[in-house]
């Protein structure tokens, strides 16, 4: 039932070793409270925080609300979590315990308030974050896309996002690569210019995606969906697979992608990898399907690898998405 293993599923990319290409998103564990238990229940990697500079309470409760119909959840939360210098502390301390078994990701925005509205207080913010962690990770996350933080998503223009790449560029440890965590809503003149900065500077690839704000009407089955926050799950799902593809060709398949968004079987899994997504990460699948789901994604996986005559993962990524 948990911590399902298969070498068809192993890889190494970007120099970090994966037992499996299913990871746990950022959202689910703000404070890395679950570090050790996470490689427990299966998962290949996970990515924890958001963490910002500065500890965060985060938006005014209700935050947080289940769409059964829809299979989709509605979160608003704002970045909550205790500030990149405390968890990165506590982090260390569960280090010295003990290497964490699976790479680890550490996911930095920049703290939910009006002082970071403020290009260069912002920029600091998150150079504060990235540096209190450079003892811990394996790779790191850059979030420009949360769509429920004080001033909205600055750094998705290319001018802003330069400038801020251009401070963390300082900070860059090789064999610890740096992914963006992009928005589903953007316009794909927006992903153009955010792809062309970031051949200028150190990330080694693309999350895809975080949450969409917009509410289509026409895919929501829920009669009452809140008017604030994000939606996750089975409702992101279409834009992710979008914006995997897009990127994957537009990238020439030269940039490592993680694919987030509805995957709740292996089948939603392999649809992301034949797109591009070499990595796949879920937060919401293991909410509504329990924590076996992460094993029962891996196991059907290889079971698919196998029907289409692919000896190890590696081999599909991007394979009906031609370049």
């Known amino acids: 039932m948990f911590n399902y293993h298969h070498k068809s599923l192993e890889q190494v ?24 238990t996470l490689p427990k229940i299966g998962f290949g990697f996970s990515e924890h925080g958001s963490f910002t500079g500065e500890p965060c309470e985060g938006n005014a409760k209700p935050r947080l609300w289940r769409l059964p119909k829809s299979e989709s ?8 979590n205790d500030g990149a210098e405390i968890i990165a502390r506590r982090m260390q301390k569960q280090l010295k315990e003990g290497k ?64 801020l790449l251009t401070v963390l560029d300082n900070y860059y440890i090789e064999g610890k690569p740096v992914f963006l965590k992009i928005s ?21 690839g693309y999350i895809c995606t975080n949450l969409t704000k917009p509410r289509d009407k026409s895919r929501i089955r829920d009669e009452k969906v809140p008017e604030i926050g994000g939606l996750s799950g089975k409702l992101v799902e279409h834009l992710a697979n979008d914006l995997i593809k897009y990127i994957y060709k537009k990238t020439k398949g030269e940039k490592v992608i ?35 789901t992460i094993s029962d994604i891996n196991r059907g996986l290889v079971k698919l690898l196998r029907k289409d005559g692919y000896a190890n993962v590696s081999e599909a990524v991007g394979v009906d998405n031609k370049l």
């Open 13 to 36: 990319v970007l120099g970090l070793h994966f037992k499996n290409p299913i990871g746990l998103g950022a959202g689910f564990d703000k404070n890395a409270d679950l570090v050790k």
């Open 73 to 80: 959840i509605v979160v608003n939360y704002g970045l909550k």
């Open 100 to 163: 964490f078994s699976i790479p680890l990701g550490i996911n930095i925005a920049k703290t939910n308030c009006e002082a970071t509205s403020d290009d260069e207080i912002g920029i600091a913010d998150y150079a504060k974050a990235y540096k209190a962690f450079l003892a811990v990770g394996d790779y790191y996350t850059v979030n420009i896309s949360c769509p429920n933080a004080f001033g909205g998503q600055p750094f998705t223009d290319g001018k802003r996002l330069d400038k």
């Open 184 to 204: 589903p809503d953007l316009t794909r003149d927006q992903i153009d210019d955010i792809i062309e900065v970031c051949d200028k500077h150190k990330v080694d």
């Open 258 to 292: 993680i694919g987030l968004g509805g995957v709740f079987t292996a089948e939603d899994a392999y649809k992301k990898i034949k797109l591009g997504a070499t990595l796949i990460q879920l937060v919401t699948g293991m909410i509504f399907g329990g924590p076996q």
